[in-house]
C-alpha cells in the first residue's frame, strides 16, 4: 500500500521534512515514489503539492496522522490566499 509520509532530512537536532508517496514497508529515508513538498517545523514553513497530493488520495494512497494534519493547513492556507 503507499503511504503519503515524512521522511526526515537536515542535520542533528535541526530536522527538516520532505512529504512523499511511498510504499509502506520501505524504510523511512528509503527512496520515494513521489516527493509531493517539504515541511520545516522549526520556522513553521510548508509547501505542498495540493492537486498531487490529491491525486495520490484519489488512487488509493493512505497520509500519516501528522500528514493529514499538514494537509488541512495547507488547504486552510491555500482557501485563505
Same mark, same amino acid.
Given at each position: 500500500?503507499?503511504?503519503?509520509?515524512?521522511?526526515?532530512?537536515?542535520?542533528?537536532? !535541526?530536522?527538516?521534512?520532505? @512529504?512523499?508517496?511511498?510504499? *509502506?514497508?520501505?524504510?523511512?529515508?528509503? /527512496?520515494? +515514489?513521489?516527493?509531493?513538498?517539504?515541511?520545516?517545523?522549526?520556522?513553521?514553513?510548508?509547501?505542498?503539492?495540493?492537486? !498531487?497530493?490529491?491525486?495520490? @488520495?484519489?488512487?488509493?494512497? *493512505?497520509?500519516?496522522?501528522?500528514?493529514? /494534519?499538514? +494537509?488541512?493547513?495547507?488547504?486552510?492556507?491555500?482557501?485563505?490566499?
Amino acid at each position: 500500500m503507499v503511504r503519503i509520509r515524512l521522511k526526515r532530512v537536515g542535520s542533528k537536532k !535541526a530536522p527538516h521534512y520532505r @512529504i512523499v508517496a511511498t510504499d *509502506q514497508r520501505n524504510r523511512r529515508d528509503g /527512496s520515494p +515514489i513521489e516527493e509531493l513538498g517539504y515541511y520545516n517545523p522549526r520556522s513553521k514553513e510548508l509547501k505542498l503539492n495540493l492537486e !498531487a497530493v490529491k491525486t495520490w @488520495i484519489n488512487n488509493g494512497a *493512505q497520509p500519516s496522522e501528522t500528514v493529514a /494534519s499538514l +494537509i488541512r493547513k495547507a488547504e486552510a492556507a491555500a482557501v485563505a490566499s
